[in-house]
């Protein structure tokens, strides 16, 4: 059994950075495309980033410009760098995944971690 673990979450002052981490749990696990979702209390879960096998990324309009999704390949584990952060960026943050391992390859959610941007 596969997981996402996801690390990095916590509070910060608006126009703080913080920089969230997401590696799969087992060591012959490799992280193929990823993404990054948030879900605000009493919204909907949105996307945020995602990035493809060969390191193409995608960011949406929202954090267009403040955040960044990159992966390293060694260590598969893909992160967000958040800079700027603004109240509205309070969010439970998720990652989503394709995990390959030995004969299989399969798509996961991580348990979400917490990012509260407050003054």
């Known amino acids: 059994q596969v997981q996402l673990v996801e690390s990095g979450g916590g509070l910060v002052q608006p126009g703080g950075s913080l920089t969230l981490s997401c590696a799969a749990s087992?060591?012959?696990?490799?992280?193929?495309?990823a993404g990054w979702y948030r879900q605000a209390p009493g919204k909907q879960r949105e996307w945020v980033a995602d990035?493809?096998?060969?390191?193409?990324?995608r960011v949406s309009d929202s954090v267009q410009g403040r955040f960044t999704i990159s992966r390293d390949n060694a260590k598969s584990t893909v992160y967000l760098r958040m800079n700027s952060l603004k109240l509205e960026d309070t969010a439970v943050y998720y990652c989503?995944?394709?995990?390959?391992?030995?004969?299989?390859?399969?798509?996961?959610w991580g348990q979400g971690i917490q990012v509260t941007v407050s003054s």
């Open positions: 989503n995944a394709v995990v390959v391992h030995p004969g299989s390859r399969v798509g996961y």
């Open positions: 087992r060591s012959d696990s490799v992280i193929d495309a």
């Open positions: 990035i493809a096998s060969e390191g193409r990324t």
